[in-house]
């Protein structure tokens, strides 16, 4: 049986890179993909951070199709009918090489196009259904009645990973560890964005809303500025969804977004270009699945590594990182001939050294923190409601701004015992 060195399972971000990284050291690399091209089933928010895979990446990003420098945060809390925002704008994000949107249907085929020209094969509409064994261990991959063997597979096929879970490394899939995510791309010329979002050519928002968004589901919405379009969502965690009462539809949950004021003008005229759904790894630190068996490593979503940390989603630097750190693992395993786990913990450990797993080990507290109903409902509500009495002048004479303050912290419970000990614990994430 012919083998080659290694076969990626998925041309997502995590498994390009790797592919990449292979492609230099002249590997016999096969990446096969079950969509039309790579990019056309992969969806994001979708900003991707750039320092902290720098060094990791070196000149594998050169070139790439990026949309907007991400210079101007917001995020917003979102009431029923009013609303608050805060508002970031820096010289730093301006000079720095921060954030940028990007499209994954135009970066991971960009990605893969400068692959093929480093002679990686990448093959699309190939969807993989089962691993080959040879004992205990991974052999190859097997699509309909064709099989391909190699030293090494990895499993960078996403959130849902059968690979992993096939191979018996994925832990037992919990609602609380997964959300749904429903994405539009609203096409507005260059001119409407530049001045919709007080930016100038190249530079680019993003904005967070939780709240009313969500209609207190735990999750929010996003909105990224692209060069002539504008990226907008939600993202709904499942378990919530599941125990919601009375039951809300997850699509539902953007056309109502849409309609918000707050949104509508800044969407107002544009055309859909593209609508999307997709599966999102929440269960961070303690969602990670196991990374290696003997012939198997796991990269990407499909080990686990996004974060959401309240103020942002991380997913994209943690598959390019992942993708290139399991390359440098299999260079070495190919060094010494050996794929069995004892060589492939290498990967884990050379993890444990980056921002993927130290980043979060810090933050593993995040989910537990985020589970907490008065995030999504309470204070969206209240502070919007707070600051609109402090700025509502009516017929009545107006009370003092100390009273007002008061009385509204204590009415509204926001002084509640149970809520400042949930705050404080702010602490441990
Ligand atoms: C709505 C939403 C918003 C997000 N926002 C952000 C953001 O702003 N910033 C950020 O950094 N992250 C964000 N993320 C997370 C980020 O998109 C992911 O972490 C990232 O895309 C993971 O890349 P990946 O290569 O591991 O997986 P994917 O991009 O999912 O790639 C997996 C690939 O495997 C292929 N595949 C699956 N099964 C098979 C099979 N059996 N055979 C062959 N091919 C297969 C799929 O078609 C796919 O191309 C967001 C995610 C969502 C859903």
């Known amino acids: 049986m012919e083998k080659i060195d290694v076969v990626i399972v998925g041309g997502g971000l995590a498994g390009l890179s790797c592919a990449y990284k292979l492609a230099e050291k002249n590997m016999q690399v096969i990446v096969v993909e079950r969509g039309g091209f790579p990019g056309s089933k992969n969806v994001t928010g979708g900003r991707l951070y750039l320092l902290p895979i720098k060094d990791l990446a070196g000149d594998m990003l050169d070139g790439a199709p990026f949309e907007r420098k991400v210079v101007r945060e917001r995020w917003s809390l979102l009431g029923k009918d ?68 190699a030293n090494i597979v990895v499993a960078s096929d996403g959130v849902l990973s059968f690979m992993a879970e096939k191979a018996g490394l994925k832990p037992k899939m919990k609602p609380g560890n997964y959300a749904v995510g429903i994405k539009e791309v609203i096409e507005l010329p ?27 589901i735990f999750g929010g919405g996003f909105l990224y500025t692209n060069k002539e379009s504008i990226s907008l969502g939600i993202v709904a965690g499942i378990k919530a969804l599941m125990e919601k009462s009375p039951t809300i539809e997850a699509h539902t949950l953007i056309d109502t977004f849409k309609e ?10 544009g055309n859909l270009l593209e609508y999307s759904a997709h599966i999102i790894p ?6 990670v699945s196991k990374l290696y068996g003997n012939g198997i490593i796991v990269v990407g979503d499909a080990a686990g590594f996004a974060l959401n940390m309240g103020v942002t989603v991380r997913g994209m630097e943690f598959a390019i990182a992942s993708g290139v750190i399991a390359a440098e693992t299999i260079i070495h395993a190919k060094e010494t001939d050996d794929y069995t786990e004892k060589t492939l913990s290498y990967y884990e450990n050379r993890l444990k ?44 004479p107006k009370e003092r701004l100390g009273r007002t303050l008061w009385n509204e912290l204590r009415n509204s419970g926001m002084l509640s015992f149970k809520r400042l000990k949930v705050l404080f614990g702010i602490k441990d994430i």
């Open 190 to 216: 260059e001119e409407k964005i530049n001045d919709r979002f007080n930016v100038v050519n190249g530079e680019g928002c993003a904005q967070l809303f939780i709240g009313d968004v969500t209609k207190g």
């Open 260 to 269: 918000r004021y707050e949104v509508k003008r800044l969407i107002d005229g």
């Open 82 to 149: 009013n609303s608050i925002s805060v508002d970031l704008m820096g010289e730093k994000f301006r000079t720095e090489d921060h954030s940028y949107t990007i499209l994954r249907a135009n970066f991971d085929r960009w990605f893969s196009d400068r692959l093929m020209e480093k002679g990686v094969f990448v093959i699309p509409k190939y969807r993989v259904d089962d691993l080959l064994w040879e004992g205990n261990r991974v052999i190859g991959i097997k699509a309909g009645d064709e099989e391909i063997y």
């Open 353 to 396: 050294e980056t921002f993927v797993m130290r980043d979060l080990q810090s933050f593993r507290n995040m989910p537990d923190f985020l589970d907490n109903d008065d995030l999504f409902t309470f204070y969206p509500r209240s502070f919007p409601d707070l600051l609109e009495k402090v700025m509502w002048f009516g017929g009545e």
């Open 282 to 287: 929440e269960g961070g630190y303690g969602g």
